[in-house]
């Protein structure tokens, strides 16, 4: 009886921890996550994916960007990365915004941020192809 009850508060304990651990886990987006959602046409209800207008993300590069104020679209100009996107929700993909806390949101918001890292790395990675190309030319 002792070892079953230590084994149910191994469980119980163990459970707790992980529910702590993913609860810690919801503080911050998942950029692939994000990415799912937005190549998903019923991600938010609706019937379009973001990726049907913004394919692999091309044109929002900018948009994570940190000295960014101001985000537009079709329907108007925001303050907020969240509302920018959840304006292209409603407007573009006909589904439902979501909470711009919710998970959901960081997941997108991670990914979008994630556009504008790929970027800069294939600028970094532009110079030394370009000077190998020059090399194999003389
Ligand atoms: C019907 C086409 C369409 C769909 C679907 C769509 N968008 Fe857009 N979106 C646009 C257009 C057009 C703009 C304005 C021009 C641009 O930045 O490409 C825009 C702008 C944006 C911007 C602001 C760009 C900036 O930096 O100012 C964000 C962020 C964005 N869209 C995210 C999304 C997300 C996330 C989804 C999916 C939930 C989505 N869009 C779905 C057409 C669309």
Same mark, same amino acid.
């Given at each position: 009886?002792k070892?079953l009850? +230590?084994?149910?508060? &191994?469980?119980?304990v163990?459970?707790f921890?992980?529910?702590? &651990?993913? +609860? @810690?886990? =919801?503080m911050k987006? !998942? &950029?692939?996550? *994000?990415?799912?959602?937005? %190549?998903?046409p $019923?991600a ?5 994916? #973001?990726?049907? #207008?913004h394919? !692999? @993300? ?7 960007m940190?000295? =960014?104020?101001?985000?537009t679209?079709p329907?108007?100009?925001? /303050?907020s990365?969240?509302? +920018?996107? %959840?304006? #292209?929700?409603? &407007?573009a993909?006909?589904?439902? +915004?979501i !909470? ?6 960081? !997941?997108?918001?991670?990914y ?5 890292? $790929?970027?800069e ?7 030394p192809?370009?000077? /190998?190309? =020059? /090399?194999? *030319?003389?």
């Amino acid at each position: 009886m002792k070892i079953l009850k +230590a084994v149910v508060m &191994a469980v119980i304990v163990s459970g707790f921890l992980f529910s702590l &651990a993913s +609860a @810690g886990g =919801k503080m911050k987006g !998942d &950029a692939e996550k *994000g990415r799912a959602l937005f %190549n998903d046409p $019923k991600a938010f209800g609706g019937s379009v994916s #973001c990726s049907s #207008c913004h394919p !692999d @993300g091309k044109g929002l590069e900018k948009s994570g960007m940190k000295d =960014k104020k101001e985000w537009t679209n079709p329907v108007g100009t925001f /303050k907020s990365l969240e509302e +920018a996107i %959840n304006a #292209c929700i409603t &407007a573009a993909n006909k589904g439902q +915004a979501i !909470d711009v806390k919710s998970q959901e949101m960081m !997941d997108m918001v991670a990914y979008i941020k994630s556009l504008g890292m $790929k970027m800069e790395k294939e600028m970094k990675q532009e110079i030394p192809m370009e000077m /190998k190309e =020059k /090399k194999s *030319g003389y």
